[in-house]
């Protein structure tokens, strides 16, 4: 029996994993030539006034020298048999989701405490192929499918008889015979996303000073950023200490020629903030480096980390990490292994 409860919770569920299921996805196999990619972030889907983002550009990612070492290790480690949701989404679909994901797009308010209630306010934007519509053919065709009239318009909605459920709406993108996918567990969100997304609302694209940046690096193929409190790390040291004087966050993975690229940046609310963060990350750097020095077996792992540099400007703190990528899932395998080892 296959659950087709499509709560807002399960939802949740798939996006946080959605970096692991990308790359089970990409053991499939790689593209063999990179080409320009349609899963670049468009900040004309994003509100104005969204506080934070997700933002995975797959296509991008199948062509990485990381996606493509990383699968050459990857029948060593089957990611898909630990991760039962994947194939529970497979069999409800009836295709394996990244065969037409060329990105995923994931926004919303303010990161509050009320965790739960901040998922179903979210919004994830999925670019996909035109096969998709066959798929949405099939799910529409579902007992538990229903039709929701709201504003003047149609919205698709999955409800397994509780209180959760998805809304959807699907949309053309412009200039391509490709398709957007806007889903919530808020039918207003998904409302205002569709009015952002035909220029009826403010988007990142042309606001004056909006709350998020949202400019990857060239080669990015995730990227992640956040404004105001981040909930959750409040008992985890010294990211708690961190947390308390941030004000936004943000996570950049690019690749260009081979070589990854990660950059992480915090902003905080003065330069003496950031003084104090950039302290706490240099000490926890020197740490890191002495206890991987005391133990032979992470002896690998001093080369990735002796790339990291930490920087300071204003009421900015920075760290970035520049290493070859091919490399890279080398060390991480070999020191992986080298841990499992018994004795």
Not at 235 to 250: C, E, F, H, M, N
Not at 278 to 287: I, V
Request: with cysteine.
């Amino acid at each position: 029996m296959i659950d087709t409860s499509f709560s807002s919770r399960r939802v949740a569920g798939w996006v946080t994993t959605l970096p692991l299921l990308a790359l089970a996805a990409f053991s499939a196999g790689a593209s063999p030539a990179p080409a320009p990619s349609r899963g670049a972030l468009d900040r004309g889907l994003v509100p104005a006034d969204a506080q934070w983002l997700v933002h995975i550009d797959i296509e991008s990612a199948r062509d990485t020298h990381l996606v493509r070492a990383a699968v050459a290790l990857a029948e060593r480690f089957d990611l898909r048999a630990e991760l039962d949701q994947y194939a529970c989404v497979e069999e409800f679909l009836g295709v394996d989701p990244f065969s037409i994901l060329r990105s995923l797009t994931v926004f919303g308010g303010e990161l509050g405490a009320e965790d739960s209630r901040s998922a179903e306010q979210a919004v994830a934007v999925l670019r996909v192929t035109s096969a998709a519509s066959a798929v949405m053919d099939r799910l529409v065709a579902r007992s538990e499918y229903r039709a929701v009239q709201l504003q003047g318009r149609v919205l698709h909605s999955w409800d397994a008889g509780g209180a959760d459920e998805v809304f959807c709406q699907t949309v053309a993108a412009r200039g391509s015979t490709d398709l957007l996918l806007l889903l919530s567990g808020d039918a207003g969100e998904l409302l205002r996303g569709l009015r952002v997304l035909e220029g009826a609302a403010p988007s990142l694209r042309g606001a004056p000073g909006p709350a998020l940046d949202a400019r990857p690096a060239a080669g990015s193929f995730f990227y992640a950023e956040a404004t105001g409190a981040i909930p959750g790390l409040d008992d985890i040291r010294p990211a708690s200490s961190i947390a308390d004087k941030a004000s936004g966050v943000l996570l950049d993975l690019s690749e260009r020629d081979g070589l990854l690229g990660v950059s992480m940046a915090v902003e905080t609310e003065s330069p003496e903030d950031a003084l104090a963060i950039h302290s706490l990350a240099t000490g926890a750097l020197a740490l890191a480096n002495v206890a991987l020095e005391n133990d032979e077996r992470l002896f690998e792992m001093q080369e990735v980390l002796g790339n990291l540099r930490l920087s300071v400007a204003g009421d900015r703190v920075g760290a970035d990490l520049h290493f070859e990528s091919r490399l890279l899932v080398e060390v991480l395998h070999e020191t992986a292994e080298t841990l499992r080892a018994p004795g």
